[in-house]
């Protein structure tokens, strides 16, 4: 750090600490909103980048409690942002603390973005074709007599049918849909430019598998993570006089990605047919630019409303010490912990509208309370920033991939903590597993 660096910092910490603490005392709502995009601004000056990211993103999910009004939005919500942005604090200190532990001296001396070391394109193309088949076998089941969610007029009464038709083994198997869009997309961005095309086509043809459900996150687990990822290496050297801008196309297709959920997500909203979708109906019409601007909002604040209305109850909750940190894994682990329903709670906690969100601290409050929750939310943090530092230089599309998928995991803690509730991981590591061992033999 240069002498004017340091200068910088003595006098622009105390500065930002001043005006935080100048903030606090008119809104602390406004403060710790203040404070997390302060938080991102020096996260991405120290280059840590995802970190970065996920503290922009929650502070935009703040902002959003605070500015932008909605149809779910309550005293509750706005309340509880100093107690969530204390314990949302903890996670990214923890993360950042994560990457310190884990850093090596070596790791100075490494270029920036690794060149990743892709498979032939036989065999990466054979492994995609299996994913594929098993991806269209799985819909054929899963889909059979019924209408996907993404074809039907009520998009969120066909998803409940589906629901009560599935079972663990078909849902795990669906993500061939996920692993297939990730591969193919980073593949078509990152690779050499042959045959780039046939990646691109594939990516396209996954993703409309993915979105058969109507399910956002189906697609953006998919298309997200090969982005984080993408945008994290380098093309080949050899290929670097004919490339074209590809940060740009990687920033353009996420943009079109997220632009497309926040649509879809309005459109299925006001297709519904429940008390809040009548609501959003009568408040945003059939006006598309308005519609779209309410899903925005709904899926960067519906969470932090809920655990605003968790938390004013907290003393009514008893501790289940594991039962909720091990939804993922369904009724199998009902006789070891017990019964736990995450979207049961939250669901009567938003009455009179059904929300399924169950925000990003209702597992660890729930299970060991609000001082245990804390220390669940250290333990998690500092594990997301050291796996995140060990596979930042990795050159195995494999451990990018992965890396990769814990950042997109980290980032959709704004709506909710996803790995502990839906078990698709369990089958993307394996999945992952078999990509890096075909490309260790194809050397």
Same mark, same amino acid.
């Given at each position: 750090?240069?002498? =004017?660096?340091?200068?910088?910092?003595?006098?622009?910490?105390?500065?930002?600490?001043?005006?935080?603490?100048?903030? !606090?005392?008119?809104?602390?709502?406004?403060?710790?909103?203040?404070?997390?995009?302060?938080? &991102?601004?020096?996260?991405?000056?120290?280059?840590?980048?995802?970190?970065?990211?996920?503290?922009?993103?929650?502070?935009?999910?703040?902002? =959003? @409690?605070?500015?932008?009004? *909605?149809?779910?939005? #309550?005293?509750?919500? /706005?309340?509880?942002? %100093?107690?969530?942005?204390?314990?949302?604090? @903890?996670?990214?200190?923890?993360?950042?603390?994560?990457?310190?532990?884990?850093?090596? %001296?070596?790791?100075?001396? /490494?270029?920036?973005?690794?060149?990743?070391?892709?498979?032939?394109?036989?065999?990466?193309?054979?492994?995609?074709?299996?994913?594929?088949?098993? !991806?269209?076998?799985? =819909? !054929?089941?899963?889909?059979?007599?019924?209408?996907?969610?993404?074809?039907?007029?009520?998009?969120?009464?066909?998803?409940?049918?589906?629901?009560?038709?599935?079972?663990?083994?078909?849902?795990?198997?669906?993500?061939?849909?996920?692993?297939?869009?990730?591969?193919?997309?980073? /593949?078509?961005?990152?690779?050499?430019?042959?045959?780039?095309?046939?990646?691109?086509?594939?990516?396209?043809?996954?993703?409309?598998?993915?979105?058969?459900?109507?399910?956002?996150? #189906?697609?953006?687990?998919?298309?997200?993570?090969?982005?984080?990822?993408?945008?994290?290496?380098?093309?080949?050297?050899?290929?670097?006089?004919?490339?074209?801008?590809?940060? &740009?196309?990687?920033?353009?297709?996420? =943009?079109?990605?997220?632009?497309?959920?926040?649509?879809?997500? *309005?459109?299925?909203?006001? &297709?519904?047919?429940?008390?809040?979708?009548?609501?959003?109906?009568?408040?945003?019409?059939?006006?598309?630019?308005?519609?779209?601007?309410?899903?925005?909002?709904?899926?960067?604040?519906?969470?932090?409303?809920?655990?605003?209305?968790?938390?004013?109850?907290?003393?009514?909750?008893?501790?289940?010490?594991?039962?909720?940190?091990?939804?993922?894994?369904?009724?199998?682990?009902?006789?070891?912990?017990?019964?736990?329903?995450?979207? *049961?709670?939250?669901?009567?906690?938003?009455?009179?509208?059904?929300?399924?969100?169950?925000?990003?601290? !209702?597992?660890?409050?729930?299970?060991?309370?609000?001082?245990?929750?804390?220390?669940?939310?250290?333990?998690?943090?500092?594990?997301?920033?050291?796996?995140?530092?060990?596979?930042?230089?990795?050159?195995?599309?494999?451990?990018?991939?992965?890396?990769?998928?814990?950042?997109?995991?980290?980032?959709?803690?704004?709506?909710?903590?996803?790995?502990?509730?839906?078990?698709?991981?369990?089958?993307?590591?394996?999945?992952?597993?078999?990509?890096?061992?075909?490309?260790?033999?194809?050397?």
């Amino acid at each position: 750090m240069t002498l =004017a660096e340091r200068r910088l910092w003595s006098v622009g910490i105390p500065l930002v600490l001043g005006v935080l603490l100048l903030l !606090a005392t008119q809104s602390a709502g406004t403060a710790v909103t203040v404070g997390l995009a302060v938080g &991102a601004l020096l996260a991405a000056r120290c280059r840590m980048w995802a970190l970065a990211a996920c503290t922009a993103i929650w502070s935009a999910a703040l902002l =959003a @409690v605070r500015v932008l009004p *909605g149809p779910y939005d #309550s005293w509750a919500g /706005r309340t509880v942002l %100093p107690v969530l942005a204390g314990y949302v604090t @903890v996670f990214l200190i923890m993360w950042a603390v994560g990457r310190r532990v884990i850093s090596r %001296p070596a790791d100075e001396a /490494r270029p920036p973005r690794p060149e990743l070391s892709w498979p032939s394109d036989r065999r990466l193309l054979t492994y995609l074709l299996v994913l594929l088949g098993v !991806a269209a076998l799985t =819909a !054929a089941i899963r889909f059979r007599g019924v209408v996907p969610p993404l074809l039907a007029d009520n998009p969120d009464a066909a998803r409940q049918v589906l629901r009560q038709q599935s079972n663990i083994v078909i849902g795990l198997l669906s993500e061939a849909w996920t692993l297939g869009m990730a591969i193919s997309l980073l /593949r078509a961005l990152s690779g050499s430019r042959h045959r780039a095309l046939v990646y691109y086509v594939l990516t396209g043809v996954f993703t409309v598998g993915a979105a058969l459900g109507a399910s956002k996150n #189906s697609v953006l687990v998919g298309i997200a993570p090969a982005l984080i990822a993408a945008l994290s290496v380098r093309r080949p050297r050899r290929r670097a006089s004919t490339s074209f801008p590809r940060t &740009a196309v990687v920033l353009l297709i996420g =943009a079109v990605a997220l632009g497309a959920a926040v649509y879809l997500g *309005g459109q299925r909203t006001m &297709a519904g047919s429940g008390a809040f979708e009548t609501e959003f109906r009568s408040r945003y019409g059939t006006n598309a630019v308005t519609s779209s601007a309410g899903s925005l909002d709904l899926s960067l604040s519906s969470s932090t409303e809920t655990f605003g209305r968790l938390w004013s109850q907290r003393e009514h909750l008893e501790p289940t010490y594991g039962a909720y940190s091990l939804a993922f894994l369904g009724s199998r682990v009902e006789p070891l912990v017990g019964k736990a329903d995450l979207y *049961g709670v939250t669901s009567q906690l938003s009455q009179p509208y059904l929300m399924n969100t169950a925000t990003f601290v !209702a597992i660890p409050l729930l299970d060991y309370g609000p001082i245990g929750a804390v220390f669940f939310l250290a333990a998690l943090g500092l594990a997301v920033g050291a796996t995140e530092r060990w596979f930042e230089f990795a050159a195995a599309p494999a451990q990018q991939l992965g890396r990769a998928f814990i950042v997109y995991f980290a980032l959709f803690g704004i709506y909710e903590m996803y790995p502990l509730i839906y078990p698709t991981w369990l089958s993307l590591v394996p999945g992952l597993w078999a990509l890096h061992r075909l490309g260790r033999t194809a050397k």
